[in-house]
């Protein structure tokens, strides 16, 4: 754990317990107050602290120093597109002891552009997002490119942090070089896959992407440096990529539209069969052999058997070849013609017979 409280009276050099030494771990804790508040920028003449400031070494700072004596350590940077990756060097810069106080020194513009290059943000607006990142104590402006001993000693600082790779520049092989000679380097690990220059070269490689992104939220093309060919165009590909969209969308609703239907014809056909299977389970059940239909029908010829008044007594049911069906008028008229007995006296010829039948039809 680490000191992480920030207040006057620490940047005035008092202990705010009347002198009285705590141990280190109590101070590793920063008060809600504190949290709420930025860090303090530095002033130009120094720590101006009254406090003796006695040589730290690596071990005792390892050990952990005194309340009242926080190790100090610096780092400093450019800080430009401030990202995880600066937020993480500071976190390990914070965390070098158990009692640490972190100064961070931000280079101007002008020093930045002469050794490094343009920078995307304003020293100023640097300057702002240092001191409201959680890990900064204390922000140094104007800080010089290559550390010198009276700016050391200005700031009291015990140790200076950052990574150990050998920093090129302003015709130095590693301008941290003469600080690791005095043993007052402590080294920190970069963050892989982001970097001021990588985000950058993002912005660089989807210009176009980023230019019709602001165009389309407002700002002018004067405000964007775009000509007006370029403006042009940026709008037609927008309207584009609108048709396009647009008709990714319909195709998208058509698919699953289609798929629905798919869905639902499916479940009509397991529907139809199984409606199927059942009407002709039913009509089989009704019109098969021995089944409820071919009962009925035996029955009602039964019934209009009994019923009828021209039905042949000397014929059986079983072995009458016209069963269950009724005798015609005419032939019962027949029947009773030849088959009942004449008058008494009474001789009929053949020709008598036929002209009584046309009087009795």
């Known amino acids: 754990m680490v000191n992480r409280r920030r207040n006057g009276s620490r940047a005035n050099g008092n202990t705010g317990r009347g002198g009285v030494k705590s141990q280190p771990q109590q101070q590793c804790k920063r008060s809600p107050k504190a949290l709420r508040e930025p860090a303090i920028f530095a002033k130009k003449s120094g720590c101006d ?67 490094k290059g343009y920078t995307v943000m304003t020293e100023d607006e640097r300057y702002e997002a240092l001191i409201h990142c959680r890990y900064v104590d204390e922000v140094v402006r104007d800080a010089p490119w290559t550390l010198t001993p009276e700016f050391l000693k200005k700031h009291r600082i015990d140790f200076v942090a950052h990574d150990d790779i050998p920093y090129t520049s302003a015709g130095s092989d590693d301008v941290y070089k003469h600080i690791k000679e005095a043993g007052m380097f402590v080294a920190t690990q970069r963050t892989e896959g982001i970097s001021t220059s990588d985000l950058i070269t993002r912005i660089v490689r989807n210009y176009d992407v980023y230019v019709r992104r602001n165009l389309q939220r407002g700002y002018t093309a004067r405000e964007l440096n775009v000509g007006f060919i370029k403006e042009k165009k940026y709008r037609l590909q927008e309207q584009v990529d609108r048709m396009k969209e647009t008709v990714r969308t319909v195709e998208e609703k058509s698919k699953h539209l289609v798929h629905r239907v798919e869905e639902k014809s499916h479940d009509l056909i397991l529907k139809w069969e199984e409606k199927s299977r059942e009407f002709i389970g039913n009509f089989l059940e009704l019109f098969g052999p021995d089944k409820a239909w071919h009962m009925i029908q035996q029955r009602s010829g039964r019934v209009l058997q009994a019923l009828s008044p021209y039905g042949s007594p000397h014929t059986s049911p079983s072995t009458s070849p016209t069963r269950g069906r009724s005798t015609s008028p005419s032939s019962h008229w027949h029947n009773l013609r030849f088959h009942s007995p004449p008058p008494e006296g009474a001789s009929i010829s053949s020709s008598e017979g036929d002209e009584e039948e046309k009087y009795a039809l």
């Open 49 to 115: 602290s009254d406090t003796p400031h006695d040589k730290v070494t690596l071990a005792q700072a390892r050990r952990g120093t005194p309340a009242n004596r926080p190790a100090r350590v610096y780092a400093d940077g450019i800080f430009d597109l401030f990202h995880s990756g600066h937020a993480r060097a500071l976190m390990q810069a914070k965390n070098l002891f158990p009692n640490t106080q972190l100064i961070v020194g931000v280079c101007s513009d002008a020093l930045t552009h002469r050794y």
